[in-house]
T-cell receptor
């Protein structure tokens, strides 16, 4: 079945450590997104990518980095510069580029905590 | 700029009662409106969407919504709530932001509790 796979489901980070969250999709979608979810805050956009080898900052990109070397993969690195990384991270993808009004499809998330 | 506001942070209903979820939208000429549902510890699942055409939309889990342009509303309704509907519900508006890229702006969510 097609879908979005996020791994790991739970992740722990030590102080000063970078960690990478994986997001893989086999839906052949062009666009991919990373969101951060905190209780009572809804979803906030970290980064998004419309095509391979191109990505844009979202509303809260500081302390995060991404790459898009393959269409199906969009890993997110939480760097040591992100001082409050504890959150639930959601990856999404969408068919079509540009203004295509297709809905985003979501993975099951990764919960990141600080040790 | 597009924006969404969910006025109800938490709603409690009894099983079998009717339900309407609310969201206030601000959007450009072409509204791309969405509702998603999230169970605890899970990702978001698309509940309803509206782009154009028929203003009455059927979604999953027995929900339906009517787009009312004059009121800027697209509120899901369900005539009889089931215990399995307990979840958090998010509205979102899509559109362009400086160029042809497509982003969603999410509301902060409405948590639905269903009493037996």
């Amino acid at each position: 079945d097609g879908g979005i796979t996020q791994s790991p489901k739970y992740l722990f980070r030590k102080e000063g450590q970078n960690v990478t969250l994986s997001c893989e999709q086999n839906l052949n979608h062009d666009a991919m997104y990373w969101y951060r979810q905190d209780p009572g805050q809804g979803l906030r956009l970290i980064y998004y990518s419309q095509i391979v080898n191109d990505f844009q900052k979202g509303d809260i990109a500081e302390g995060y980095s991404v790459s898009r070397e393959k269409k199906e993969s969009f890993p997110l690195t939480v760097t040591s510069a992100q001082k409050n990384p504890t959150a639930f991270y959601l990856c999404a993808s969408r068919r079509g580029g540009g203004d295509s009004p297709q809905p985003q499809h979501f993975g099951d998330g990764t919960r990141l905590s600080i040790l | 700029a597009q924006s969404v506001t969910q006025p109800d942070i938490h709603i409690t209903v009894s099983e079998g009662a009717s339900l309407e979820l609310r969201c206030n939208y601000s959007y450009g000429a072409t509204p791309y409106l969405f509702w998603y549902v999230q169970s605890p510890g899970q990702g978001l699942q698309l509940l309803l969407k509206y782009f154009s055409g028929d203003t009455l939309v059927q979604g999953i889990k027995g929900f339906e919504a009517e787009f009312k342009r004059s009121q800027s509303s697209f509120n899901p309704r369900k005539p009889s709530v089931h215990w399995s509907d307990a979840a958090e519900y998010f509205c979102a508006v899509g559109g362009t932001s400086g160029g042809s890229n497509y982003k969603l702006t999410f509301g902060k969510g409405t948590l639905l509790t269903v009493n037996p």
